[in-house]
Each structure stands twice: as structure tokens, then as C-alpha cells.
């Protein structure tokens, strides 16, 4: 029995070098770096994008609806409104902490890829394509962080 303790552990350890091993690191160019599971990865493809300016919020117009959803419209100082469509859990009367990630489907906290969601300058719309937009509330004061990409390149 002595004999096959040793077996059995070094066995289970390498199961779990095993499982640690099938995963896949991207190494962004500023050098922050995501893991994912090979499992759960289907297909992977980045795009270059030109890298925007921060541009000061002049205002911020928020409409809370029931039901997780809200419409943020940030009047930006390059002249342009960047306008959100947001929806979290569905429990939820306002705006509700977390990240939001710009996306088409139904599921978890998202910046939904419709029609409510633009950048709009000069009466030129441009929809939105990818990013997050994350908001936190500390002792009722809110923070949110924008980090979009257009669907023409721009950030």
C-alpha cells in the first residue's frame, strides 16, 4: 500500500499539469496578457485599430428603465455623443455594477449592438463594434469606464 501512494499522487499531478497546459495565453502589445481554456476557445481573430484619444464627458444623460436596462448618452468634447444601450440582470431596477461587454447576443451584462447604440458627429452615425464599458458605485457615487471600438476602427 506504501508503494502505490506515491503513484497514485504523482498520477493526479500530472492530470492537473495536464489540464493546466490546455489553455491559450494572448500577450496584447501593451503587454497585458489573458488566459483562456482550450476548451471553450472556438475561434480567435484580432484587428488593428487605430488608437482614439480620451475625450472629457461633458454631460451624461441616463435613462433607468426596469428590468436591468439603461440608455447612457455621453456629450463628448470633440462635439460627438456617444450613446449606450445597456442591459444586466433582468432583477435589477438601475443600473447595475459590473462589465458591460459590447455584443449582439443575449447574455449577461452588455452594450447591445443595435440601433439605440452609436457614435453620432455631424449627424453621421457610426455603430459600435467591440469593448466594454464598466460601471461601479461606491456609496452611491458611479464610475464608468468606456473602452469602445467603432465599426469603422476608430477607439
Not at 481554456?37 to 428603465?65: H, P, R, W
Not at 449577461?108 to 443595435?114: A, H, L, M, P, Q
Request: hydrophobic share 35%; net charge negative.
Amino acid at each position: 500500500m506504501i508503494k502505490r501512494q506515491p503513484i497514485i499522487v504523482m498520477a493526479l499531478a500530472l492530470c492537473s499539469l495536464g489540464a493546466a497546459a490546455q489553455s491559450v495565453t494572448v500577450v496584447m502589445e501593451n503587454d497585458l496578457s489573458h488566459k483562456f481554456g482550450a476548451d471553450y476557445v472556438q475561434s480567435m481573430t484580432f484587428e488593428q485599430v487605430s488608437q482614439g484619444s480620451d475625450l472629457k464627458v461633458n454631460s451624461l444623460g441616463t435613462d433607468v428603465y426596469s428590468g436591468g436596462n439603461a440608455t447612457l448618452t455621453f456629450d463628448l468634447s470633440d462635439g460627438g455623443k456617444l450613446v449606450c444601450d445597456l442591459y444586466g440582470p433582468a432583477d435589477t431596477q438601475y443600473l447595475c455594477p459590473g462589465e458591460y461587454v459590447v455584443t449582439n447576443t443575449n447574455q449577461g451584462n452588455r452594450v447591445d449592438i443595435s440601433s439605440y447604440s452609436y457614435y453620432e458627429k455631424e449627424d453621421a452615425r457610426t455603430a459600435l463594434a467591440s469593448g466594454s464599458l464598466t460601471v461601479s458605485n461606491e456609496q452611491k457615487v458611479y464610475t464608468i469606464d468606456v473602452n469602445i471600438t467603432l465599426a469603422d476602427g476608430r477607439r
